[in-house]
Antibody, heavy 127, light 109 residues
Framework: EVQLVESGGGLVQPGGSLRLSCVAS????????MNWVRQAPGKGLEWVSY?????????YYADSVKGRFTISRDNAKNSLYLQMNSLRAEDTAVYYC???????????????????WGQGTKVTVSS | EIVLTQSPGTLSLSPGERATLSCRAS???????LAWYQHKPGQAPRLLIY???SRATGIPDRFSGSGSGTDFTLTISRLEPEDFAVYYC??????????FGQGTKLEIK
């Protein structure tokens, strides 16, 4: 079964840290470009961060988390991570990992869309 | 920064009816970079359409996407009970790398 499973969420005080993990199974993780997307309570989806599938590990962040969050991946462990530091109340959200299969039979052919998602892990930042 | 504005905010329809959802971009977006998702409470979002008009794997053909430039549309030709959900458009750009519209809630009338 193709799936992504997030973990690591929980309750943390403002200024604290959390590390989210996302484990992939059932597909070739190393071929997927990966992202974190979040949804605050009562709000829509917000893209958080991206990491490429390649060894160069191209990385991007939303301005709202730049300098505080760090995305990484370990293809040997089929895992994606998000280290979240200096957490704020506005970081409270369900965090989803989401992937894009950017390769097909002809090679690199990105769709610029997330065709696989996890169920999410909830992060609450509150004192 | 490209801003995506979806309309209407809420759409009330009955099963069997046709749904038309709009996504308007503040600047022109390449059709290759526009996607649509369905999101139900407590579930993972599901990719419906990529490249503005290509259906994702396993998506029924009652879902279709169209548009170009700044105006894009998701059409559900004949609503099934399981189609009532929140729908988001998304674009790939430069800064931020990806962005979503605020969503359209499709509810049962």
């Amino acid at each position: 079964e193709v799936q992504l499973v997030e973990s690591g969420g929980g309750l943390v005080q403002p200024g604290g840290s959390l590390r989210l993990s996302c484990v992939a199974s059932g597909f070739t993780f190393r071929s997927y470009e990966m992202n974190w997307v979040r949804q605050a309570p009562g709000k829509g989806l917000e893209w958080v961060s991206y990491i490429s599938s390649t060894s160069e590990k191209t990385i991007y962040y939303a301005d709202s988390v730049k300098g505080r969050f760090t995305i990484s991946r370990d293809n040997a462990k089929n895992s994606l991570y998000l280290q979240m530091n200096s957490l704020r109340a506005e970081d409270t959200a369900v965090y989803y990992c989401a992937g894009e299969d950017s390769y097909d039979s002809s090679g690199y052919n990105p769709t610029y869309a997330f065709d696989i998602w996890g169920q999410g892990t909830k992060v609450t930042v509150s004192s | 920064e490209i801003v995506l504005t979806q309309s209407p905010g809420t759409l009330s329809l009955s099963p069997g009816e046709r749904a038309t959802l709009s996504c308007r971009a503040s600047q022109s977006v390449s059709s290759s970079y526009l996607a649509w998702y369905q999101h139900k409470p407590g579930q993972a979002p599901r990719l419906l359409i990529y490249g503005a008009s290509s259906r994702a794997t396993g998506i029924p053909d009652r879902f279709s996407g169209s548009g170009s430039g700044t105006d894009f549309t998701l059409t559900i030709s004949r609503l099934e009970p399981e189609d009532f959900a929140v729908y988001y458009c998304q674009q790939y750009g430069s800064s931020p790398l990806y962005s979503f519209g605020q969503g359209t809630k499709l509810e049962i009338k």
